[in-house]
């Protein structure tokens, strides 16, 4: 029996899985947590990337001057940046995206937000809360229960201890 085969041997489909799996090892070795990265206070400092966060915190203080002078990305906390370097760092940063709306597209650049219309409608028409209002009701004071005042019964008390048992009866009321 013949086997039949559909299209090329060096299908489209297979170059593409390998330039994604290439692009995804990239990802991989990019954001990996044990990649050594070089502090931005001391030059010396190379720091994993999963303790990263926690050194710029303690290198921050050992070393106010210099972080006076660095400014922080606003897409990468990992970045930090010179002052005057930084209107060109947000411009060319990798972590920089875009936000795309349907009405960005349009040419005169004044895309209309529409807020949508409720149509709801309630199906009980004959509700009225005044009519259904409470005169009578006492007024709300914080921290005061009025239920319990109305409804206070006077219960006797057992101060004993677990170890010990309230007798069921008095033995001068029989």
């Not at 209309?112 to 005169?135: A, C, F, G, M």
């Not at 009701?137 to 109305?150: E, I, R």
Request: charged fraction near 30%; hydrophobic fraction near 30%.
């Amino acid at each position: 029996m013949a086997t039949i085969r559909f299209g090329p041997p060096s299908s489209p489909c297979r170059e593409a899985s390998a330039a994604e799996q290439a692009e995804e090892n990239e990802e991989k070795i990019k954001w990996d947590p044990d990649k050594l990265q070089q502090c931005p206070y001391d030059k010396n400092h190379q720091i994993r990337a999963c303790r990263f966060p926690y050194h710029l915190i303690k290198c921050r203080k050992n070393h106010p001057k210099l972080a006076r002078e660095l400014k922080t990305c606003p897409y990468n906390a990992r970045h930090l940046v010179h002052k005057h370097e930084l209107a060109h760092h947000t411009e060319t940063c990798e972590n920089r995206m875009r936000v795309y709306t349907e009405d960005a597209a349009s040419t005169d650049g004044n895309g209309k937000w529409e807020v949508p219309v409720s149509t709801w409608v309630n199906p009980i028409r004959t509700e009225d809360w005044d009519q259904e209002t409470d005169d009578y009701a006492a007024p709300f004071v914080w921290g005061v229960n009025t239920l319990m005042d109305q409804q206070q019964e006077t219960r006797p008390t057992n101060n004993l201890g677990p170890s010990f048992r309230a007798p069921n009866t008095l033995p001068w009321l029989d």
